[in-house]
Protein backbone atom coordinates (compact mmCIF):
# COMPACT_ATOMS: atom_id res chain seq x y z
CA UNK A 1 0.00 0.00 0.00
CA UNK A 2 0.81 3.81 -0.53
CA UNK A 3 1.65 5.41 2.63
CA UNK A 4 1.14 9.16 2.26
CA UNK A 5 2.67 11.31 5.24
CA UNK A 6 1.22 14.48 5.90
CA UNK A 7 2.78 17.65 7.86
CA UNK A 8 2.48 19.21 9.80
CA UNK A 9 -0.47 17.44 11.81
CA UNK A 10 -1.65 20.70 12.90
CA UNK A 11 -1.26 24.72 12.82
CA UNK A 12 -2.11 27.63 14.23
CA UNK A 13 -2.04 30.47 11.96
CA UNK A 14 -3.75 33.87 11.68
CA UNK A 15 -6.51 35.29 9.07
CA UNK A 16 -4.34 36.74 6.21
CA UNK A 17 -1.53 34.03 7.10
CA UNK A 18 -0.12 32.14 3.84
CA UNK A 19 -0.10 28.48 4.98
CA UNK A 20 1.44 25.76 3.20
CA UNK A 21 0.60 21.87 4.35
CA UNK A 22 3.32 18.77 2.65
CA UNK A 23 2.35 15.53 1.42
CA UNK A 24 4.78 13.10 0.74
CA UNK A 25 3.90 9.33 -1.11
CA UNK A 26 5.83 6.78 -0.41
CA UNK A 27 6.03 5.77 -4.16
CA UNK A 28 5.46 7.48 -7.28
CA UNK A 29 1.96 8.47 -7.86
CA UNK A 30 2.93 10.85 -10.42
CA UNK A 31 -0.01 13.70 -10.41
CA UNK A 32 -2.76 11.76 -8.96
CA UNK A 33 -3.29 13.64 -5.67
CA UNK A 34 -6.01 15.12 -4.16
CA UNK A 35 -6.60 17.46 -1.33
CA UNK A 36 -9.88 18.11 0.54
CA UNK A 37 -10.99 20.35 3.12
CA UNK A 38 -13.05 19.12 6.12
CA UNK A 39 -15.18 20.98 8.96
CA UNK A 40 -16.57 19.40 11.99
CA UNK A 41 -19.22 17.13 12.01
CA UNK A 42 -19.30 17.62 7.81
CA UNK A 43 -18.64 15.73 4.81
CA UNK A 44 -15.02 16.26 3.20
CA UNK A 45 -15.34 18.73 0.17
CA UNK A 46 -12.95 18.24 -2.88
CA UNK A 47 -10.11 21.26 -3.30
CA UNK A 48 -7.95 20.23 -5.84
CA UNK A 49 -7.08 17.38 -7.97
CA UNK A 50 -4.76 15.75 -10.31
CA UNK A 51 -2.27 18.05 -7.76
CA UNK A 52 -2.69 21.20 -9.20
CA UNK A 53 -5.97 22.00 -10.77
CA UNK A 54 -8.96 23.55 -8.84
CA UNK A 55 -12.07 22.17 -8.28
CA UNK A 56 -14.82 24.18 -9.57
CA UNK A 57 -16.02 26.94 -7.16
CA UNK A 58 -13.31 26.59 -5.29
CA UNK A 59 -11.46 29.86 -4.70
CA UNK A 60 -8.19 30.89 -6.25
CA UNK A 61 -6.63 31.34 -3.03
CA UNK A 62 -6.20 27.74 -2.59
CA UNK A 63 -3.75 25.90 -4.43
CA UNK A 64 -1.76 22.85 -5.05
CA UNK A 65 1.60 21.78 -6.92
CA UNK A 66 3.94 19.01 -6.98
CA UNK A 67 4.54 15.20 -8.68
CA UNK A 68 5.68 12.44 -8.06
CA UNK A 69 6.15 12.09 -4.60
CA UNK A 70 6.40 15.22 -3.11
CA UNK A 71 3.14 17.62 -3.35
CA UNK A 72 2.29 20.55 -1.58
CA UNK A 73 -0.82 22.68 -0.54
CA UNK A 74 -0.75 26.40 -0.28
CA UNK A 75 -3.62 28.96 1.26
CA UNK A 76 -2.54 32.46 0.12
CA UNK A 77 -3.81 34.38 2.43
CA UNK A 78 -6.18 32.63 5.43
CA UNK A 79 -9.85 33.03 5.71
CA UNK A 80 -11.80 33.07 8.59
CA UNK A 81 -13.86 30.17 6.80
CA UNK A 82 -10.95 27.86 6.10
CA UNK A 83 -10.30 26.76 9.60
CA UNK A 84 -10.83 23.12 8.86
CA UNK A 85 -8.62 19.71 8.52
CA UNK A 86 -6.95 19.20 5.29
CA UNK A 87 -6.24 15.88 3.91
CA UNK A 88 -4.04 14.85 0.67
CA UNK A 89 -5.19 11.49 -0.81
CA UNK A 90 -3.80 9.12 -3.74
CA UNK A 91 -5.68 7.95 -6.15
CA UNK A 92 -2.64 6.58 -8.56
CA UNK A 93 -2.50 2.47 -7.09
CA UNK A 94 -5.22 0.91 -5.01
CA UNK A 95 -6.37 0.22 -2.29
CA UNK A 96 -6.68 4.14 -2.16
CA UNK A 97 -4.75 6.33 0.83
CA UNK A 98 -5.11 9.28 2.54
CA UNK A 99 -2.72 10.86 4.49
CA UNK A 100 -3.57 11.46 8.18
CA UNK A 101 -4.97 15.21 8.08
CA UNK A 102 -3.47 18.62 9.01
CA UNK A 103 -5.89 20.67 11.78
CA UNK A 104 -5.29 24.58 10.55
CA UNK A 105 -6.68 26.43 14.01
CA UNK A 106 -6.91 30.17 14.91
CA UNK A 107 -3.86 31.75 16.29
CA UNK B 1 -28.35 19.11 -7.60
CA UNK B 2 -26.38 16.50 -6.97
CA UNK B 3 -27.54 14.50 -3.66
CA UNK B 4 -26.31 11.35 -1.43
CA UNK B 5 -28.21 10.44 1.47
CA UNK B 6 -26.60 7.39 3.39
CA UNK B 7 -28.97 5.55 5.85
CA UNK B 8 -28.86 2.75 7.50
CA UNK B 9 -26.21 3.35 10.18
CA UNK B 10 -27.15 2.16 14.18
CA UNK B 11 -25.55 0.23 17.04
CA UNK B 12 -24.79 -3.25 16.63
CA UNK B 13 -23.20 -6.12 18.54
CA UNK B 14 -19.66 -7.29 17.34
CA UNK B 15 -20.08 -9.88 15.13
CA UNK B 16 -23.42 -8.70 14.02
CA UNK B 17 -24.35 -7.14 10.68
CA UNK B 18 -26.17 -3.95 8.92
CA UNK B 19 -26.84 -2.62 5.39
CA UNK B 20 -25.72 0.80 4.37
CA UNK B 21 -27.81 2.41 1.77
CA UNK B 22 -26.99 5.71 -0.55
CA UNK B 23 -29.49 7.22 -2.27
CA UNK B 24 -28.30 9.43 -5.58
CA UNK B 25 -30.38 11.95 -6.96
CA UNK B 26 -29.33 14.47 -9.65
CA UNK B 27 -26.97 12.93 -11.97
CA UNK B 28 -26.55 9.44 -14.16
CA UNK B 29 -25.83 7.46 -11.20
CA UNK B 30 -25.77 4.82 -14.03
CA UNK B 31 -22.77 6.32 -15.20
CA UNK B 32 -20.79 6.55 -12.15
CA UNK B 33 -18.44 4.76 -10.18
CA UNK B 34 -19.24 4.92 -6.66
CA UNK B 35 -17.19 5.10 -2.98
CA UNK B 36 -17.45 3.90 0.51
CA UNK B 37 -14.82 6.31 3.00
CA UNK B 38 -14.82 5.51 6.29
CA UNK B 39 -13.57 7.72 9.47
CA UNK B 40 -13.16 6.27 13.04
CA UNK B 41 -14.45 8.99 15.34
CA UNK B 42 -11.70 11.40 15.97
CA UNK B 43 -9.75 10.20 13.37
CA UNK B 44 -8.65 10.61 9.71
CA UNK B 45 -10.58 9.05 6.45
CA UNK B 46 -9.82 5.77 5.28
CA UNK B 47 -11.04 4.13 2.31
CA UNK B 48 -12.97 1.10 2.57
CA UNK B 49 -14.66 0.07 -0.93
CA UNK B 50 -14.92 0.90 -4.71
CA UNK B 51 -17.76 -0.59 -7.46
CA UNK B 52 -17.57 0.29 -10.75
CA UNK B 53 -20.67 2.04 -12.87
CA UNK B 54 -22.06 -1.30 -14.11
CA UNK B 55 -21.70 -3.26 -10.89
CA UNK B 56 -19.23 -5.64 -12.73
CA UNK B 57 -16.28 -4.91 -10.64
CA UNK B 58 -15.70 -4.13 -6.95
CA UNK B 59 -12.10 -3.55 -4.71
CA UNK B 60 -11.86 -3.56 -1.22
CA UNK B 61 -9.56 -2.34 1.35
CA UNK B 62 -8.22 -5.54 3.46
CA UNK B 63 -9.40 -4.66 6.60
CA UNK B 64 -13.03 -5.55 5.20
CA UNK B 65 -12.62 -7.73 2.62
CA UNK B 66 -14.24 -10.82 3.03
CA UNK B 67 -16.67 -8.86 6.13
CA UNK B 68 -18.26 -6.78 3.64
CA UNK B 69 -19.36 -6.58 0.43
CA UNK B 70 -20.05 -3.52 -2.01
CA UNK B 71 -23.33 -3.42 -4.67
CA UNK B 72 -25.87 -0.91 -6.71
CA UNK B 73 -29.34 -1.23 -7.69
CA UNK B 74 -29.20 1.60 -10.70
CA UNK B 75 -32.56 0.99 -11.29
CA UNK B 76 -33.08 2.74 -7.62
CA UNK B 77 -30.24 5.30 -7.95
CA UNK B 78 -28.87 3.17 -4.89
CA UNK B 79 -25.42 2.01 -3.49
CA UNK B 80 -25.32 -0.54 -0.67
CA UNK B 81 -22.31 -1.76 1.43
CA UNK B 82 -23.33 -4.94 3.15
CA UNK B 83 -21.37 -5.42 6.64
CA UNK B 84 -21.10 -8.76 8.15
CA UNK B 85 -19.31 -10.09 10.86
CA UNK B 86 -18.59 -6.36 12.71
CA UNK B 87 -15.78 -5.61 14.89
CA UNK B 88 -15.13 -2.78 17.65
CA UNK B 89 -12.73 -1.29 14.81
CA UNK B 90 -15.53 -0.92 12.29
CA UNK B 91 -17.04 1.95 14.33
CA UNK B 92 -17.35 4.92 12.57
CA UNK B 93 -18.62 7.66 10.44
CA UNK B 94 -19.49 6.08 6.41
CA UNK B 95 -19.31 8.51 3.59
CA UNK B 96 -20.99 6.97 0.35
CA UNK B 97 -18.84 9.66 -2.85
CA UNK B 98 -19.01 9.36 -6.40
CA UNK B 99 -16.29 8.47 -8.45
CA UNK B 100 -16.73 9.84 -11.55
CA UNK B 101 -17.88 8.47 -14.96
CA UNK B 102 -14.37 8.13 -16.81
CA UNK B 103 -11.69 6.66 -14.25
CA UNK B 104 -13.28 6.40 -11.15
CA UNK B 105 -11.76 8.44 -8.65
CA UNK B 106 -13.33 12.18 -8.65
CA UNK B 107 -14.72 11.91 -5.11
CA UNK B 108 -16.13 15.32 -6.24
CA UNK B 109 -19.79 14.11 -4.49
CA UNK B 110 -20.20 13.28 -0.90
CA UNK B 111 -22.89 12.60 1.60
CA UNK B 112 -23.30 14.01 5.02
CA UNK B 113 -22.09 10.08 6.72
CA UNK B 114 -23.78 7.85 8.69
CA UNK B 115 -22.36 6.39 12.04
CA UNK B 116 -22.47 2.81 12.55
CA UNK B 117 -21.78 2.10 16.27
CA UNK B 118 -20.36 -1.39 16.99
CA UNK B 119 -20.46 -2.13 21.11
CA UNK B 120 -21.70 -4.79 23.43
Known amino acids: DIQMTQSPSSLSASVGDRVTITCQAS??????LHWFQQKPGKAPKLLIY???ILERGVPSRFSGSGSGTYFTFTISSLQPEDFATYYC?????????FGGGTKVEIK | EVQLVESGGGLVQPGGSLRLSCAAS????????MHWVRQPPGKGLVWVSR????????TYADSVKGRFTISRDNAKNTLYLQMNSLRAEDTAVYYC?????????????WGQGTLVTVSS
Open chain 2, 97 to 109: ASGGAAAGNDFDY
Open chain 2, 26 to 33: GFTFSNYW
Open chain 2, 51 to 58: INSDGSGT
Open chain 1, 27 to 32: QDIRKY
Open chain 1, 50 to 52: DAS
Open chain 1, 89 to 97: QQYDNLPLT
